[in-house]
């Protein structure tokens, strides 16, 4: 079982589109983590959101933490097909070396 | 380019065998992390060494072992393998500094299928 979940598991849009993902857990974590993974290669850091309920914009990106650090969530506006890919989020323990992973939500953006 | 290097990237092998991974770090990076990532379960944190020292454990299996040598490159050891171990196998590195959150740089990682 996965402590992190992540939804929808599958997001198929058109360019142009604005789209949310969750992050979504029981437990607590000290910080959490954006990753984005294209096919054949590892995951990509896009963010560490620290304090709960901090907001952090990477373009058009729009990531939160929620206020009982236990769920987050990644925003894009006017997507576009270079956002096509997993996005993975990851939570952060208390002692900063073990890293939950949630099962990822895999986004296609259609020009 | 990451800077963290895998090799083998593709290995297929038979149930009951043993296969070691190889990674390189970023130069620099003293910290290794070891994850299997397959279809059904996501990204799955397996172990993290630190300067050669084992510094975190998650789910990794007794069958599984790694370590990382003097120069930092680790290993993982996969052994008595079963269909059920065929699965992306990545590693990152990081700086590992103490009480505060690192990058991890991840590698293009190692698929593995067990036939």
């Known amino acids: 079982t996965q402590l992190l979940e992540q939804s929808p598991q599958f997001l198929s849009i058109q360019e142009g589109e604005n789209l949310t993902v969750y992050c979504n857990s029981s437990?607590?974590?000290?910080?959490l983590q954006w990753y984005r993974q294209e096919p054949g290669e590892g995951p990509v850091l896009l963010v560490t959101v620290v304090t709960g309920g901090e907001v952090k914009k990477l373009k058009r990106l729009t990531f939160q933490f929620g206020d009982a650090r236990k769920d987050s969530s990644l925003h894009i506006t006017a997507a576009q097909p270079g956002d096509t890919g997993l996005y993975l989020c990851?939570?952060?323990?208390?002692?900063?070396?073990?890293?939950?992973f949630g099962s990822g939500t895999k986004l296609n953006v259609k020009p | 380019d990451s800077g963290v290097t895998q090799t083998p990237k593709h290995l297929i092998t038979a149930t009951g065998q043993r296969v070691t991974l190889r990674c390189s770090p970023r130069?620099?990076?003293?910290?290794v992390y070891w994850y299997q990532q397959s279809l059904d379960q996501g990204l799955q944190f397996l172990i993290q060494?630190?300067?050669?020292?084992?510094?975190a454990k998650g789910n990794i299996l007794e069958r599984f072992s790694a370590q990382q040598f003097p120069d930092l490159h680790s290993e993982l050891n996969l052994s008595s393998l079963e269909l059920g171990d065929s699965a992306l196998y990545f590693c990152?590195?990081?700086?590992?500094?103490?009480?505060?959150?690192?990058?991890?740089?991840f590698g293009p990682g190692t698929r593995l299928t067990v036939l």
């Open positions: 437990s607590v974590f000290s910080s």
């Open positions: 990152a590195s990081s700086a590992g500094a103490l009480g505060r959150i690192d990058t991890q740089y």
């Open positions: 130069s620099g990076d003293l910290s």
């Open positions: 060494y630190y300067n050669g020292e084992e510094r």
């Open positions: 990851a939570g952060v323990g208390d002692n900063f070396n073990k890293f939950y």
